[in-house]
Protein backbone atom coordinates (compact mmCIF):
# COMPACT_ATOMS: atom_id res chain seq x y z
CA UNK A 1 0.00 0.00 0.00
CA UNK A 2 1.36 3.53 -0.80
CA UNK A 3 1.88 6.01 1.93
CA UNK A 4 -0.84 8.88 2.35
CA UNK A 5 1.04 12.18 2.57
CA UNK A 6 -0.52 14.94 4.59
CA UNK A 7 -0.13 18.49 5.51
CA UNK A 8 -0.40 19.99 8.59
CA UNK A 9 -3.52 21.82 7.29
CA UNK A 10 -4.94 19.26 5.57
CA UNK A 11 -4.68 16.76 8.98
CA UNK A 12 -6.88 19.74 10.41
CA UNK A 13 -8.93 20.26 7.32
CA UNK A 14 -9.51 16.54 8.02
CA UNK A 15 -9.73 16.55 11.50
CA UNK A 16 -12.49 19.54 11.50
CA UNK A 17 -14.54 17.66 8.74
CA UNK A 18 -14.48 14.89 10.63
CA UNK A 19 -15.88 16.69 13.82
CA UNK A 20 -18.44 18.43 11.91
CA UNK A 21 -19.72 14.81 10.69
CA UNK A 22 -19.75 13.41 14.03
CA UNK A 23 -21.32 16.56 16.19
CA UNK A 24 -23.92 18.33 13.23
CA UNK A 25 -24.57 15.79 10.18
CA UNK A 26 -24.65 12.59 12.18
CA UNK A 27 -27.48 13.73 14.69
CA UNK A 28 -28.66 15.51 11.60
CA UNK A 29 -29.64 12.38 9.83
CA UNK A 30 -30.67 10.22 13.43
CA UNK A 31 -33.52 13.23 13.77
CA UNK A 32 -34.65 12.41 9.75
CA UNK A 33 -34.34 8.75 10.47
CA UNK A 34 -36.53 9.20 13.71
CA UNK A 35 -38.82 11.40 11.76
CA UNK A 36 -39.53 9.36 9.02
CA UNK A 37 -40.26 5.98 10.83
CA UNK A 38 -42.96 7.60 12.30
CA UNK A 39 -44.59 7.88 8.90
CA UNK A 40 -45.50 4.42 9.31
CA UNK A 41 -44.50 1.30 7.29
CA UNK A 42 -41.19 1.32 6.41
CA UNK A 43 -41.26 -1.36 3.10
CA UNK A 44 -42.88 1.89 1.15
CA UNK A 45 -41.29 4.56 2.85
CA UNK A 46 -39.49 6.61 0.56
CA UNK A 47 -38.08 9.48 3.43
CA UNK A 48 -36.79 6.44 5.60
CA UNK A 49 -35.51 4.85 2.74
CA UNK A 50 -33.69 8.35 1.86
CA UNK A 51 -32.57 8.94 5.00
CA UNK A 52 -30.87 5.15 5.65
CA UNK A 53 -28.87 6.13 2.05
CA UNK A 54 -27.71 9.43 3.78
CA UNK A 55 -26.66 7.98 6.76
CA UNK A 56 -24.68 5.26 5.17
CA UNK A 57 -22.80 8.28 3.27
CA UNK A 58 -22.07 10.06 6.37
CA UNK A 59 -20.80 6.48 8.35
CA UNK A 60 -18.77 6.04 5.30
CA UNK A 61 -17.31 9.49 5.06
CA UNK A 62 -16.36 9.29 8.96
CA UNK A 63 -15.17 6.08 8.84
CA UNK A 64 -12.57 6.69 5.81
CA UNK A 65 -11.00 10.04 7.04
CA UNK A 66 -10.67 8.39 10.56
CA UNK A 67 -8.82 5.66 8.17
CA UNK A 68 -6.70 8.66 6.28
CA UNK A 69 -5.98 9.71 9.71
CA UNK A 70 -4.61 6.65 11.12
CA UNK A 71 -2.48 5.70 8.27
CA UNK A 72 -1.63 9.20 6.91
CA UNK A 73 2.39 10.56 7.09
CA UNK A 74 2.46 14.12 8.50
CA UNK A 75 4.08 16.24 6.60
CA UNK A 76 5.45 19.37 8.20
CA UNK A 77 5.79 22.40 6.03
CA UNK A 78 7.44 24.38 8.18
CA UNK A 79 10.55 22.00 8.68
CA UNK A 80 10.35 21.46 5.32
CA UNK A 81 14.04 21.31 3.53
CA UNK A 82 13.95 24.33 0.73
CA UNK A 83 17.27 23.42 -1.41
CA UNK A 84 15.03 20.52 -3.27
CA UNK A 85 11.31 19.76 -3.99
CA UNK A 86 9.22 16.88 -1.80
CA UNK A 87 5.61 16.45 -0.68
CA UNK A 88 4.89 19.53 1.34
CA UNK A 89 7.14 21.71 -0.55
CA UNK A 90 5.45 25.03 -2.38
CA UNK A 91 7.18 25.51 -5.91
CA UNK A 92 6.94 28.60 -8.44
CA UNK A 93 7.94 27.53 -12.07
CA UNK A 94 8.33 29.31 -15.30
CA UNK A 95 6.64 27.47 -18.74
CA UNK A 96 8.90 28.16 -21.23
CA UNK A 97 6.63 27.38 -23.87
CA UNK A 98 3.73 29.99 -22.75
CA UNK A 99 6.17 31.68 -20.70
CA UNK A 100 3.71 32.36 -17.48
CA UNK A 101 4.88 31.69 -14.16
CA UNK A 102 2.96 29.19 -11.97
CA UNK A 103 2.47 27.78 -8.34
CA UNK A 104 2.10 24.67 -6.93
CA UNK A 105 2.17 22.81 -3.62
CA UNK A 106 2.63 19.53 -3.31
CA UNK A 107 0.55 17.12 -1.51
CA UNK A 108 -0.14 14.05 -0.92
CA UNK A 109 -3.38 12.63 -3.04
CA UNK A 110 -5.91 13.30 -0.83
CA UNK A 111 -5.20 16.78 -0.42
CA UNK A 112 -5.09 17.36 -4.38
CA UNK A 113 -7.16 20.44 -5.58
CA UNK A 114 -5.59 21.81 -8.50
CA UNK A 115 -8.17 24.81 -8.61
CA UNK A 116 -6.11 26.17 -5.53
CA UNK A 117 -2.69 24.59 -6.81
CA UNK A 118 -2.43 21.82 -4.70
CA UNK A 119 -1.06 18.77 -7.15
CA UNK A 120 -0.56 15.46 -6.00
CA UNK A 121 3.02 14.04 -5.41
CA UNK A 122 1.19 11.23 -7.73
CA UNK A 123 0.33 13.75 -10.81
CA UNK A 124 2.48 14.04 -13.72
CA UNK A 125 3.69 17.32 -12.36
CA UNK A 126 4.00 16.63 -8.75
CA UNK A 127 5.97 13.14 -10.45
CA UNK A 128 8.17 15.20 -12.43
CA UNK A 129 8.77 17.65 -9.64
CA UNK A 130 9.66 15.74 -6.55
CA UNK A 131 13.26 15.37 -6.00
CA UNK A 132 14.26 18.46 -8.15
CA UNK A 133 16.22 21.94 -7.23
CA UNK A 134 15.79 25.42 -7.78
CA UNK A 135 17.28 26.15 -11.69
CA UNK A 136 16.84 23.26 -12.98
CA UNK A 137 14.29 22.49 -15.90
CA UNK A 138 11.98 19.72 -16.01
CA UNK A 139 9.87 17.94 -19.08
CA UNK A 140 6.76 17.44 -17.42
CA UNK A 141 4.68 14.73 -18.97
CA UNK A 142 0.92 14.39 -19.66
CA UNK A 143 -1.71 12.75 -21.13
CA UNK A 144 -2.06 15.09 -23.56
CA UNK A 145 1.59 15.87 -24.92
CA UNK A 146 4.80 16.77 -22.83
CA UNK A 147 6.49 20.71 -21.75
CA UNK A 148 9.07 22.11 -20.17
CA UNK A 149 9.16 24.16 -16.94
CA UNK A 150 12.00 25.85 -15.09
CA UNK A 151 11.98 25.98 -11.51
CA UNK A 152 12.36 29.36 -10.37
CA UNK A 153 12.06 28.91 -6.34
CA UNK A 154 11.18 26.66 -3.51
CA UNK A 155 9.11 28.62 -1.29
Same mark, same amino acid.
Given at each position: ???????? &?? /? /???????????????????????????????????????????????????????????????? &? &????? /????????????? &??????????????????????????????????????? /??????????????????????
Amino acid at each position: MAQIFITK &DG /K /KEKEERLEYLKTVRRPEVLEKLKTAREYGDLSENSEYDAARAEQGRVESEINMIEETLRQAVIV &D &DEKIN /KDFIRVGSTVKVL &DLEMGEEEVYKIVGTIESDPDRGYVSNESPIGKALLGKK /KGEEVEIKTPNGSYKVKIKSIL
